[in-house]
């Protein structure tokens, strides 16, 4: 298990994913990385249909509000009790995961 990696700004302490080359709230081009292991959910939803494949029940989406600052949508690995649930954040072939 890997953290998620997140593009963090050292001028004014945004952080966000997907990376970023300058950061969309100052401007500063100097974004360092850094790691975030958990979040809270904000927003989810779930897709039932994709063109071509059989998704079963369903993969669970959410908007998650980062420790530290920022947004990311991950995929969950289940649904999530309501929002506001606590999640922690994984990396799984390369996309963000929260269980």
Known sequence: ??????S?????????????VWCPCCG???????????????QKTVVRH???RDLGDGVYLATVALDGGGI????LETEPDDVEARVTLDVVDGAPVGR
């Open 72 to 75: 990311a949508v991950v995929r």
């Open 50 to 52: 994709a063109v071509g």
């Open 8 to 20: 963090a700004c050292p001028a004014c302490g945004w952080q966000g994913f997907p990376a970023r």
């Open 28 to 42: 500063a081009t100097d974004l360092a990385s850094a790691t975030v292991g958990g979040g809270a959910v904000r």
């Open 1 to 6: 298990m890997t953290d998620l990696s997140v």
